[in-house]
């Protein structure tokens, strides 16, 4: 991965007995942090700031976290628990450090209960139907994860969000997004601009996604640490990719080949997160869709998670899912359907 890039995040800390819960007595805690993980940490004026190597700077943000979450229900952390909670964190798998037993699936589970934790401050991502709580089991239980479904359902959204949490604890050291960029009637040749300015129009609602949970100049940091890198499909040809999450989006819109290609980029201690909606196949014969051909060879695979949402996991304007069941009744004849057997399952 080369040199580590150096990370510079500010956190806000509570007032009155709940601010020295976090920071401790005579900044107890913050010493503890800074002697075990090696990172600069000051708190002045209600403003906590980490300076550090990306991972550790991820760590003790988490540790924060805790601790603002114990002072905040008036339950301080011990020093012990302290100790143990930061041991708990550098045990999570980076840079090739060894997994400890059960700590990723203890931490699923928080994430499926209260959220998911990214780096904008006091925000949490969390599953808003039991549709996407089932799709957020198959991404922490399988290290490559197929999720169909129609526009709203979060399939995008929540992986991005999983991507962005698990960087955030040094789970992964590497974010890869990745678009084919298929033209839906529009020729991207005759598109103004350089090949950049060509494909960021398809890769723009990962970016949205990514500006949802990061403030602009932390996404910028990360791209030019190459921490998260945001690429047309063509170019993962070649690739291997250790310790990196990667998620393909509009997965529909890949050819056969071409999803052969980039499941293979799979690297150790990699994941997989495949998204698309076979409603919307851009590509001349839809019968040539990768994603609808590699569910159907891979459903049966160990440590290969497929999971089908449909218009009652639409958590966009109620409009929306009238839209999409409107659309699903005229292709099943007018049945009324809930669109579970509207596209193939998954």
Request: hydrophobic share 40%; proline share 4%; with cysteine.
């Amino acid at each position: 991965m080369g040199d580590a890039c150096v990370l510079d995040i500010t956190l806000e800390l509570p007032d009155g007995d709940q601010r020295v819960g976090v920071t401790g007595a005579a900044e107890r805690n913050l010493k503890i942090l800074r002697e075990t993980l090696g990172v600069h940490i000051t708190a002045r004026n209600g403003v906590l700031t980490i300076n550090g190597d990306d991972a550790a700077v991820g760590q003790a943000s988490r540790i924060i976290e805790r601790l603002t979450d114990s002072a905040m229900r008036d339950e301080p952390m011990t020093r012990k628990q302290l100790v143990d909670a930061i041991a708990a964190v550098t045990s999570l798998p980076h840079a090739g450090a060894a997994v400890a037993p059960g700590s990723i699936a203890r931490q699923s589970e928080s994430d499926i209960a209260y959220g998911m934790d990214v780096y904008l401050p006091d925000k949490r991502i969390k599953a808003m139907t039991e549709g996407q709580r089932h799709y957020l089991q198959a991404i922490f239980e399988n290290d490559l994860t197929f999720c169909s479904g129609p526009a709203g359902t979060g399939k995008t959204y929540l992986a991005v969000a999983v991507a962005v949490a698990m960087l955030k604890r040094g789970q992964v050291r590497k974010l890869v997004l990745v678009r084919p960029a298929v033209e839906a009637g529009e020729k991207l040749g005759f598109l103004p601009g350089d090949l950049q300015d060509k494909v960021n129009p398809y890769l723009r609602p990962l970016l949205d996604a990514l500006h949802d949970m990061m403030e602009f100049e932390h996404i910028q940091r990360f791209m030019a640490c190459d921490l998260i890198e945001i690429v047309p499909l063509a170019f993962m040809r070649g690739r291997t990719l250790n310790d990196a999450l990667i998620i393909l989006d509009e997965a529909q819109n890949t050819t056969k080949g071409q999803m052969l290609m980039f499941l293979t980029r799979l690297g150790m201690g990699g994941k997989m997160i495949v998204t698309g909606d076979t409603s919307q196949i851009d590509l001349d014969d839809p019968r040539e869709s990768g994603l609808i051909d590699a569910v159907r060879r891979l459903r049966r695979i160990r440590g290969v998670g497929m999971v089908t949402l449909d218009s009652v996991d639409i958590v966009r304007h109620n409009l929306v899912q009238r839209i999409v069941k409107a659309y699903e009744c005229g292709q099943s004849g007018g049945s009324g359907g809930s669109g579970a057997g509207d596209t193939p399952s998954t």
